[in-house]
């Protein structure tokens, strides 16, 4: 059986839906990163970047979101992009500036606009217009199109749905006008009952709501070194 460790965030929410909607069977192991419990030593064997979401598959172990899309592609035959041709390579490479460009980008404008401390003015601008370059990337491409790669639904569309209910905490409430496409692909996945299922998994679980000081140790344990200093 599956085990699948989750937080309700946008990186496991990616990896949730797939599961979703492949119908794979699977056990859902929360992980509480407000409470540290990406920190702890079993969670670390499995994931030693102490992030979610990760997974295991009998001796399967996988960590990073876009691995585990990938992995879970192949193993259900479902959704991937595992030949050669120009939409497997098209779909790789949108696969890729999704997780290389716009989870960490979207991470890091969401930590400087919301959590990081004063003064902070260079870092939000940076992150925040580099981050919404990226999703007119991504709007662009979904011109006039129901989905990322040709005309099927994958897991480049599971990525971006993933990071796109985003969009209004990382921008503001009027983002959505400068991203008519990404929410119309964001509304379609929504409707399907695999995102459904998702959001109700979200409500199975009681996870740390409140950004407080021990949760702040927990997921940016870097400060340590400004308190030292
Ligand atoms: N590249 C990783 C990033 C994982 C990641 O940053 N996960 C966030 C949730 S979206 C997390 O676990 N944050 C808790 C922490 O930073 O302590 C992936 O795609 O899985």
Not at 8 to 35: C, H, I, W
Not at 71 to 96: C, H, I, N, V
Not at 99 to 126: L, M, S
Not at 184 to 212: H, S, W
């Amino acid at each position: 059986m599956i085990k699948f460790y989750y937080h309700p965030s946008p990186n496991p929410a990616k990896v949730a839906l797939f599961l979703e909607e492949a119908g794979l069977d699977y056990q859902t192991m929360p992980v509480d990163t407000r409470k540290g419990e990406q920190h702890h030593e079993d969670y670390l064997a499995i994931n030693p970047n102490a992030k979610t979401p990760a997974l295991t598959d009998g001796d399967a172990v996988l960590f990073d979101s876009t691995a585990i899309l990938l992995y879970l592609a192949r193993k259900s035959g479902k959704f991937g992009f595992e030949g050669t041709s120009a939409t497997d390579a098209e779909g790789l490479s949108w696969l890729m500036f999704i997780a290389t460009g716009i989870g960490p980008y979207c991470g890091q404008a969401v930590h400087f606009k919301h959590f990081a401390p004063e003064p902070k003015d260079y870092a939000v601008n940076r992150y925040s217009v580099e981050a919404e370059r990226h999703w007119l990337l991504i709007e662009e491409k979904l011109r006039g199109k129901t989905f990322m790669i040709g005309d099927s639904y994958s897991i480049v569309d599971m990525s971006v749905w993933g990071w796109a209910r985003a969009i209004p905490f990382i921008f503001g409430d009027n983002a959505w006008d400068q991203f008519p496409n990404v929410k119309r692909l964001l509304d379609t996945i929504n409707g399907r009952p695999a995102a459904e299922k998702v959001n109700a998994l979200a409500k199975q679980f009681t996870f740390k709501q409140e950004m407080d000081e021990d949760a702040r140790a927990h997921m940016f344990p870097q400060n340590k070194r400004l308190l030292k200093s």
